[in-house]
């Protein structure tokens, strides 16, 4: 089975950027449908974006809240997934989990993700 480590969290401040990584082995990451989900204190868990792959060709699809801000992108030499977050705001403060899924499609539902990472702290200070 795949296992998932983020990477690239730390604290940043508004308007900023950071890139989050999420390394995967045992398993190809075009194998899975993949996504990013965060968690602020307090919070559900909240989906922030994923991608699929079909025909050689990446899918993505984003939350409302991410949308124009952030990119999901992978490296397949490396079978890593990427998060690059721009404008940032305090608000995106948060946890931040990759997931990956077998079955079709992406979800925004995190009960349908099978594999998780440890996760990963950003931090947007005002």
């Known amino acids: 089975q795949v296992q998932l480590v983020e990477s690239g969290g730390g604290l940043v401040q508004a308007g900023g950027s950071l890139r989050l990584s999420c390394a995967a082995s045992?398993?190809?990451?075009?194998?899975?449908?993949m996504a990013w989900f965060r968690q602020a204190p307090g919070k559900e868990r909240e989906f922030v974006g994923g991608i699929r792959w079909s025909g050689g060709k990446a899918y993505t699809l984003y939350g409302d809240s991410v949308k124009g801000r952030f990119t999901i992108s992978r490296d397949v030499a490396k079978n890593t997934m990427y998060l690059q977050m721009n404008s940032l705001k305090p608000e995106d403060t948060a946890v931040y989990y990759c997931?990956?899924?077998?079955?079709?499609?992406?979800?925004?539902?995190?009960?349908?993700?099978?594999?998780w990472g440890q996760g990963t702290q950003v931090t947007v200070s005002s």
């Open positions: 997931a990956a899924k077998l079955g079709v499609g992406v979800s925004a539902d995190m009960n349908q993700y099978e594999y």
């Open positions: 045992g398993g190809l990451l075009s194998n899975y449908h």
